[in-house]
């Protein structure tokens, strides 16, 4: 992953090169943004461009090879042979090959894990789980905490970033670097840290050994530690706006133009919900919620039971992608009476839906179903039973619709 394989944050990416040029890179970083966005990926490609050997190239090289990386007019050369320094990753050295693979010596990688049927006590730390983990990152660089947990089979446990992982993180920054000029620590999702993780890597978070960089990659800076968010400086990364989601799914996905628009404004910035939403057969999410909704309308309480117990079968991504595109439903019908044009963000049935949907039920309605939704994914995503959880969101649901 180079800078250029990421769409727009164009002053993001500014910034830290500017960080690295100037020799002003702190050495704990918190790369902040919400689900679905570069956070990841812009942590990946700073790796690789602060580990890249090509990122010094003499002024003459540079000026013979025409135009500067981003196509503007070459630099005057200057008269004495300074260095030029590229603004990303070469992507063809050693360095950026290895990077390439999630391979590289001196970047070493911690995620939360849990035990698994395989991996137990003690061993459930990142190293564990690497093959699976250079896998997660092939995929996609913008994958969620769901998504990893599915993928190394940890879906039915609690997370964590335990206290062993604290003791692995300073033991592999002790080493001396195997050939970059970093050594780096990316952590991604630190706000899974338990306390004792935190309060083992605060000394070396403020002190790290010469040429060491953390890289903590957060969304949400509030579950963190004060004393972990005092030792590190804030880097912002936004959102995808809806036109850089569309652009990615038109250039990188071959999704047709107008398809690309309608999932981009669906998913609201969440690259990782877009894809998700090209590749799936989202009708079925929103007929599924449309005839959910309709039980709990029609106060039918038997088949909600059968509903919630159907549901509590399905795997872990299809629960979610139910309740996600019943936020997304929801917040449309809260806007559809006020908007017009761009702000409503359906295809026509589900405007259909909106529209009968905004007829039975107030926006303060609206709102606490919405919030319920949001409760119950929260629950689900740490282990509640789907079933029980499902079913007593049901009869939630159904007590706002009748009342
Ligand atoms: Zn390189």
């Given at each position: 992953?180079?800078f250029?394989d990421?769409t727009?944050?164009?002053?993001?990416?500014?910034q830290?090169v500017?960080?690295?040029?100037?020799?002003h890179?702190?050495?704990?970083l918190?790369?902040?943004?919400p689900?679905?966005s570069?956070n990841l990926?812009?942590?990946l490609?700073f790796?690789?461009?602060?580990?890249?050997?090509n990122?010094e190239?003499?002024?003459?090289?540079a000026?013979?090879?025409?135009p500067?990386?981003?196509g503007?007019p070459?630099?005057p050369?200057?008269?004495?042979a300074a260095?030029?320094v590229?603004?990303?990753a070469?992507?063809?050295?050693p360095?950026?090959l290895?990077?390439a693979?999630?391979?590289?010596?001196?970047?070493?990688?911690?995620?939360?894990?849990?035990?698994?049927?395989?991996?137990k006590g003690?061993?459930?730390v990142?190293?564990?789980?690497?093959t699976?983990?250079?896998?997660f990152?092939?995929q996609?660089?913008?994958?969620?905490?769901?998504?990893?947990?599915?993928?190394?089979?940890?879906?039915?446990?609690?997370?964590?970033?335990?206290?062993?992982?604290?003791r692995n993180?300073?033991?592999?920054?002790?080493?001396k670097?195997?050939?970059?000029p970093y050594?780096?620590?990316?952590i991604?999702l630190?706000?899974?840290?338990?306390p004792?993780?935190?309060?083992?890597?605060?000394?070396?978070?403020?002190?790290?050994?010469?040429?060491?960089?953390?890289i903590l990659?957060?969304?949400?800076t509030?579950?963190?530690?004060?004393t972990i968010?005092?030792?590190t400086?804030?880097?912002?990364i936004r959102?995808?706006s809806d036109?850089e989601?569309?652009?990615?799914?038109?250039?990188?996905h071959?999704?047709?133009?107008?398809?690309?628009s309608a999932l981009a404004?669906l998913a609201a910035?969440?690259?990782?919900?877009?894809?998700?939403?090209?590749?799936?057969a989202?009708?079925e999410?929103?007929a599924?919620?449309?005839?959910w909704?309709?039980?709990?309308?029609e106060?039918?309480?038997?088949?909600?039971?059968s509903f919630?117990d159907d549901?509590?079968k399905?795997?872990?991504d299809?629960?979610?992608n139910?309740l996600?595109?019943?936020?997304?439903l929801?917040r449309?019908t809260l806007?559809y009476p006020?908007a017009?044009?761009?702000?409503?963000?359906?295809?026509?049935?589900?405007?259909a839906?909106?529209?009968?949907?905004?007829?039975?039920?107030?926006p303060?309605?609206?709102q606490?179903?919405?919030d319920l939704?949001?409760q119950?994914?929260y629950y689900?995503e740490r282990?509640?039973?789907p079933k029980?959880?499902?079913l007593?969101?049901?009869?939630?649901?159904?007590?706002?619709l009748?009342t």
């Amino acid at each position: 992953m180079r800078f250029a394989d990421i769409t727009g944050l164009e002053e993001v990416k500014e910034q830290l090169v500017n960080s690295v040029q100037a020799n002003h890179l702190a050495h704990a970083l918190l790369f902040v943004g919400p689900e679905g966005s570069a956070n990841l990926a812009i942590a990946l490609a700073f790796a690789t461009y602060l580990q890249c050997t090509n990122r010094e190239k003499s002024a003459d090289a540079a000026a013979d090879a025409g135009p500067g990386l981003f196509g503007g007019p070459p630099e005057p050369a200057p008269a004495k042979a300074a260095v030029e320094v590229s603004r990303d990753a070469c992507g063809v050295c050693p360095s950026c090959l290895k990077m390439a693979k999630f391979q590289h010596p001196d970047v070493h990688w911690v995620y939360p894990v849990s035990s698994t049927s395989t991996v137990k006590g003690d061993n459930a730390v990142s190293k564990s789980f690497i093959t699976e983990w250079r896998q997660f990152l092939g995929q996609s660089a913008y994958g969620s905490l769901g998504e990893w947990r599915h993928l190394y089979g940890g879906e039915d446990k609690q997370v964590n970033i335990s206290k062993e992982e604290s003791r692995n993180i300073i033991g592999s920054l002790m080493l001396k670097s195997y050939e970059g000029p970093y050594k780096i620590m990316i952590i991604w999702l630190p706000e899974y840290m338990h306390p004792s993780a935190a309060n083992g890597i605060l000394k070396i978070l403020e002190e790290p050994p010469a040429k060491t960089i953390f890289i903590l990659v957060t969304h949400d800076t509030e579950k963190l530690l004060a004393t972990i968010l005092s030792r590190t400086q804030l880097v912002k990364i936004r959102a995808f706006s809806d036109n850089e989601v569309a652009q990615i799914l038109i250039q990188q996905h071959e999704v047709p133009e107008e398809k690309a628009s309608a999932l981009a404004r669906l998913a609201a910035g969440n690259l990782q919900e877009a894809l998700r939403l090209a590749t799936e057969a989202t009708d079925e999410s929103f007929a599924l919620f449309r005839d959910w909704m309709r039980l709990c309308y029609e106060r039918q309480y038997s088949k909600l039971v059968s509903f919630s117990d159907d549901m509590g079968k399905m795997g872990r991504d299809s629960q979610r992608n139910l309740l996600l595109t019943g936020l997304n439903l929801l917040r449309e019908t809260l806007v559809y009476p006020y908007a017009s044009g761009d702000l409503v963000r359906l295809q026509s049935e589900e405007l259909a839906f909106a529209e009968r949907f905004s007829k039975v039920a107030t926006p303060l309605k609206v709102q606490h179903m919405a919030d319920l939704l949001n409760q119950t994914l929260y629950y689900l995503e740490r282990n509640a039973n789907p079933k029980i959880a499902l079913l007593d969101l049901s009869l939630k649901l159904t007590g706002i619709l009748r009342t």
